[in-house]
């Protein structure tokens, strides 16, 4: 991404993290709604180091120490953005959201997609060449903090076909616009 500066039309870059539990759908979504906003799109998971890497596929939780480095790539990657710019993260916890914000400097929607937990472990067990194993589908659940009402987030449900999900995120910023 190129260094941050206001738009041509003079507007700051909007920041998104599109946020949730592996298997959630961040990237499917995340791709669809930057191809819709005009964005780009940016997989947190390629943004993790190999030791972060190495422990999840091994079946180990990340401990808040592995994540902090991996957060605060996260929000550099924001920060720089010159124009609409999505990241997928799962950003559990609250102290990690407001970490992202905080290395961004600037203002961060996000985008939560929540789902049971049933329906995310069947997609887990379809995915395929992911580090990620089912083993740990708990333990994201057990971290989760959703968006509280005094964050920039919107929540969408995920247990509907990508195209809908897309566009309840869209109908939602929408509706914050006007």
Not at 18 to 37: D, P, T
Not at 78 to 85: E, S
Not at 140 to 155: K, M, S, Y
Request: overall charge negative; proline content about 6%.
């Amino acid at each position: 991404m190129a260094a941050s500066q206001p738009r041509s039309d003079g507007a700051e870059p909007r920041r998104f993290v599109v946020m949730g539990v592996s298997g959630c759908g961040k990237s499917s979504v995340g791709s669809a709604l930057a191809q819709r906003l005009g964005g780009i799109y940016v997989d947190g998971d390629d943004l993790h180091p190999a030791a972060n890497v190495a422990k999840m596929s091994a079946g180990i939780a990340l401990t808040d120490g592995d994540r902090w480095p991996w957060l605060d790539k996260i929000g550099q990657c924001l920060a720089l953005a010159d124009d609409t710019a999505l990241i997928g993260c799962s950003a559990l916890r609250r102290s990690y959201r407001d970490r992202i914000r905080e290395v961004v400097g600037a203002p961060v929607s996000f985008i939560h997609l929540a789902g049971t937990r049933e329906t995310i472990l069947r997609r887990l067990q379809a995915r395929r060449d992911h580090f990620m194993p089912p083993a740990l589908l708990d333990s994201q659940f057990a971290a989760l903090e959703p968006p509280g009402a005094d964050e920039e987030a919107i929540t969408v449900d995920i247990d509907q076909p990508l195209d809908m999900v897309v566009a309840a995120i869209m109908t939602a910023l929408e509706e914050r616009q006007s």
